[in-house]
């Protein structure tokens, strides 16, 4: 999405709007931590640096963890990477633990949480110690395509599942036994693909809102009658 041209800030600007809070800071330092690679302004044709309001939290961020925590570079540019890929950085004054406190995922089948993004990004160790799954149990899920890597990291839906399944393993419930799971999942999903095909096909300016509206509200339905359909035989009465 593209950001109007005045949501810009000029360095000049950034540095009238840090010196309240920060009287020492000067344009050399802010070019330092960029050169350090813990800011990335975009640029204007001819080369002039421009900064979001993203751009300006960050700063502060970086300088306040400097000046109130005596933090060293290294570790700062570890907190931002690990806010950046949706985890809590490491205590403050402490050096960066290897286990993420991770934000909540949201395992709730209304609509709205089927249209949620999230920009949790784990490493394969990050995976394994978030969700309490040995590295062996990882292989099984992937080699039935319970999770797969997005890019080079693991999602919040990989943590969703790799959770689910670590608390089923505690019952002595394997992968292997839950590949049925995976296989009606596969189902509902190419039903709900046949129900918004025909929308996204459709020409009008609303068609893809209205395809990923309709997704949502069937997945959320989906999930209830599986919900429903699983407690009412659990409640039938036994012979």
């Known amino acids: 999405m593209s950001v109007p041209a005045r949501a810009y800030l000029s360095i ?7 010196r309240g809070d920060f009287p020492d800071i000067t344009i050399s ?3 330092f ?6 800011i990335e302004p975009q640029r204007t044709p001819s080369g ?3 900064f979001t309001a993203a751009d300006l939290d960050r700063l502060r961020y ?3 963890l400097q000046r109130d925590q005596y933090l060293p ?3 700062i540019k570890e907190n931002l990477e690990a806010l950046d890929r949706g985890l809590d950085p490491a205590p403050a004054g402490g050096v960066a633990s290897p286990r993420p406190t991770l934000t909540t995922v949201d395992n709730s089948a209304s609509p709205e949480s089927f249209g949620a993004s999230s920009d949790l990004r784990l490493s394969r160790e990050e995976l394994l110690k978030a969700s309490g799954l040995v590295d062996d149990q990882l292989v099984e899920l ?3 395509g319970f999770i797969a890597l997005r890019g080079r990291h693991y999602d919040a839906d990989a943590l969703s599942v790799a959770k689910a399944v670590a608390e089923m393993a505690g019952f002595g419930i394997e992968a292997r036994h839950l590949r049925s799971f995976k296989s009606a999942a596969d189902r509902e999903i190419g039903l ?11 020409k009008s300016s609303d068609s893809k809102a209205r395809a990923e509206e309709v997704q949502k509200q069937i997945a959320s339905l989906s999930i209830r009658l599986h919900a429903g359909l699983v407690r009412a035989g659990l409640n039938r009465p036994r012979q």
Not at 12 to 18: A, Q, R, Y
Not at 192 to 202: D, K, L, Y
């Open 12 to 18: 000049g600007e950034v540095l009238t709007k840090l």
């Open 29 to 31: 330092k802010i070019r």
């Open 33 to 38: 931590l960029e050169s350090e690679g813990l």
């Open 48 to 50: 002039y640096r421009k």
């Open 62 to 64: 970086v300088l306040l």
């Open 73 to 75: 570079l290294r570790v």
């Open 142 to 144: 992937e080699s039935y």
């Open 192 to 202: 709900i693909e046949q129900v918004i095909t025909p929308i996204n096909r459709q």
